[in-house]
């Protein structure tokens, strides 16, 4: 009986009780990244300091004052987001002898955006392609498209919005929120 009692009075000295005292003040000697460390907010939950957090990209492509694509993209750090359309039709006009697969008219309009982050800083990989019909007033030539392609990286903080130009009057914008 008597050794219950001594085990049980080993187990109650190691017992925390509690105080008003703060909570302990963590100090990290490295990177929250290396650490592990995760902050607190008031009223939201714990995230680590390195987390990968998605934002929004509104992305606006226009070209000769005409609007090809309006719209908001999700990006997060290596993460990636695009937009692809393609329309394929007849050709207004239909000429003699042509071939179908010769004659079809083919407009796509591509977007790639590619979250990076390099020497410390979050970038964006831009990537847009437009391809339209060729050039219209030339009677019944049976195939052609013209197409206009960028590549760009640039840095998008919250906030910022930033202007790609290329040829033939094709224009990106892109806003981060």
């Known amino acids: 009986m008597f050794a219950i009692l001594a085990a049980f009075a080993i187990q109650s000295a190691g017992m925390v009780t509690s105080s008003n005292s703060p909570p302990p003040v963590i ?14 907010q008031p009223g939201r939950p714990a995230v680590a300091a390195d987390a990968v957090v998605p934002y929004l ?10 609007t ?10 290596a993460y990636s987001a695009s937009y692809n359309e393609t329309v394929q039709q007849a050709p207004a006009e239909i000429c003699p002898g042509a071939r179908t697969y010769e004659a079809t008219q083919r407009t796509n309009l591509g977007l790639g955006l590619n979250s990076q ?3 410390n800083e979050e970038r964006i990989s831009v990537n847009l392609s437009w391809v339209r ?9 049976f195939s ?9 990286t640039v840095t998008l903080k919250p906030g910022e ?15 981060r929120r």
Request: charged share 20%.
């Open 27 to 40: 100090v990290a000697l490295e990177p929250t990244s290396q650490s592990g460390i995760t902050i607190a």
């Open 57 to 66: 990209v509104d992305v606006a492509i226009t070209a000769d004052g005409q």
């Open 68 to 77: 090809l694509y309006k719209g908001t993209l999700r990006l997060a750090r």
């Open 117 to 119: 982050f390099l020497e």
């Open 133 to 141: 019909p060729r050039v219209s007033g030339v009677a019944c030539r």
């Open 144 to 152: 052609g498209a013209r197409t206009v392609q960028v590549s760009d």
């Open 161 to 175: 919005s930033v202007v790609i130009k290329g040829d033939a009057g094709l224009q990106l914008t892109l806003s």
